[in-house]
């Protein structure tokens, strides 16, 4: 999906060793149950 995406563009727009690490998790209740949502740390060299 999109975050499949992300890296691709990143490395379009000039970045290269594109990584991400996950570094807390958004713990949520909705109306379907509980959810998590991670959020996530980008790090990339300038190319």
Do not use: H, I, W, Y
């Not at 060793?17 to 998790?25: I, L, M, S």
């Not at 958004?26 to 998590?36: E, F, L, N, S, W």
């Amino acid at each position: 999906m999109r975050a499949r995406r992300l890296p691709a563009r990143l490395e379009r727009s000039g970045f290269r060793d594109v990584r991400f690490e996950t570094v807390f998790e958004v713990k949520k209740d909705t109306a379907a149950g509980p959810r998590v949502f991670p959020v996530f740390l980008a790090l990339a060299e300038r190319a």
